[in-house]
């Protein structure tokens, strides 16, 4: 038995190596590549990608799980979670043949440059038809998956196991509920305005960023961080790549997206190293990632605790920059509320309501109630119902975002999802770690770090979301912790 379980354990780590190599290959591609060697790169990709799927579908790892199976009883606890797991990555790899993988990595990396060309066109009847056979794509998948009648259902559970379109919906719906008069009240009270931050030289922006995120406890002896076009982090524990983006004056934007990637980072630092290639090392899904970096960027990042430690720090830095700004005015600028039809853009106030459209408007278009020839004027009526405006152009509409290019419908939910647990997890904390704040302004985050990692880290993927959120809160997973804390903060400085 013992044996059959060390054979296990060598396949998958074998596998995690590739993994981890695609995945810094990928990195590499977006932080150094120089613009000649694309091609090259794109060749290496492919046969790394072939690689991963050959190690993914080892008859000798189907072998290994039956041997195990024979006799569960006989494994640890632990044991028997790995096998499960392992199990179902080996039943998902096998039941696509090789032909499909390739023909979708094709289709997506052609989707890809259709969708660059047609957003900075902003013609988007040039990039449907690279949409309509992605949503083939994605039901054939589900149909050889056995979820044929439910290709929505398969999508969002790739991200987030155990949940179901229906589930999501009966929680967005509450959510919406309480948001949409929120956002319109805070809307009223908060009027235009434009950000009096400008012209913070890139240098220090770096030096900052770089002390608050070592001080949150990234390890940088264990990951680096770098600049990118869009910020992203990945990599397991041993070697975490983070990328940020520099603007002189958007210096709040380059800050918390390095916050929101540090999240992920510690995220990904917790889990035990000595797992990393099984499920006892590996995250649980999106939205509990997503809950991670949002807790750090916004219920941390934003506080007026954190900012009590750096704000002497960050005007030693920008003295001229910050020179008549109060305290008040800052920390009001670190918390604006101005609506943008840009996702990526958004306050934290108007953003669950941009991946709430994302979301009626992927079911729609997987039921065939929306056909994809409609999907810009669906689009701007959906922002109108839940932001109250339309975009300019479909550039600042249905064409801004990158994932239906590369196939990743049922993706947008986890981004709310993980928004909702990060909320329910910080006023479970804040319950039983009393003086966070006190902590905070000492810039001391390792009480809460330590907590997020016996609670979340330290468990791996022991527990789908749903059952993990109730074990930490001790609450089924609910909009309304997201609505209180939305409240509680942005209602003291507009309402
Ligand atoms: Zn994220």
Redesign the pocket.
Known sequence: MNSAYERLLGLLHSLHLIHSVQGHLGWDEQVNLPSGSAGFRAEQMAEMARLAHEAASKPELGEALAELETDMAALTEDQRIVVREARRDYDRVVRVPADFVTAKARHSSAAFHAWAQAREARDFAAYAPFIERHIELAKEEADLQGWGDRPYDYAVDLHDPGFSAERISALFAELKSGLVPLVQAIEAKAGDSVSALKGFPVDAQRTFLSEVTARLGFDYHHGRMDVALHP??EGSGLDVRMTTRFHEDEPLDSLFSSI??T??GLYAQGLSAEHQATALGHHVGMAV??SQ??MWENQVGRSRALWRFFEPRYRELFGPQLEGISTEELYREINAVRPTMIRVDSDEVHYNLHIILRFEIEQALFSGALAVKDLPEAWNCKCEELLGRRPAHDGAGVLQDVHWSGGAFGYFPS?CL?NMIAAQNWAKARAVLPGLDDDFAQGDFSRLLDWTRREIHDLGKRYETLELVERVTGEPLSPQPLLDYLRERYGEIYL
Do not use: L, M, P
Request: proline share 0%.
């Open positions: 992203f982090c929101h990637e999240g992920h990632h997503e970096s949002r981004y993980g």
